[in-house]
């Protein structure tokens, strides 16, 4: 769905965003917001939908994709494959950010 304007506040320069539904659960989702061609498209999310790459790093908390990918290398993050396409559950990024998530002590020192 297009929308103009959402309500949230627009980061410039991010062409994804996510926000999380209130209150938290095992059932959670979220709103995926993206930026294409000055319009922004809304899609609602729930814990067993597949979010890609983009969409995976903005609900860690703004990550670069190249650190998701890092962390699916590194087997912290299990992965669908769809073709060549890389998606990752929602229950997957949110049983991560409950192991210690992306500012955890061993995320930036592991090796």
Do not use: C
């Amino acid at each position: 769905m297009a929308r103009g304007s959402s309500g949230r506040s627009k980061q410039p320069g991010r062409p994804v965003m996510f926000w999380w539904d209130n209150p938290p659960g095992p059932g959670q989702g979220g709103t995926v917001e993206r930026l294409i061609r000055g319009k922004v498209y809304e899609r609602r999310v729930g814990s067993r939908d597949l979010l890609d790459v983009q969409e995976a790093a903005a609900a860690l908390g703004n990550l670069h994709p190249l650190s998701v990918y890092r962390l699916i290398q590194q087997g912290r993050l299990a992965v669908v494959r769809r073709g060549r396409q890389v998606l990752i559950r929602l229950s997957e990024v949110k049983r991560y950010l409950r192991s210690g998530g992306p500012g955890g002590p061993d995320f930036w020192l592991s090796g």
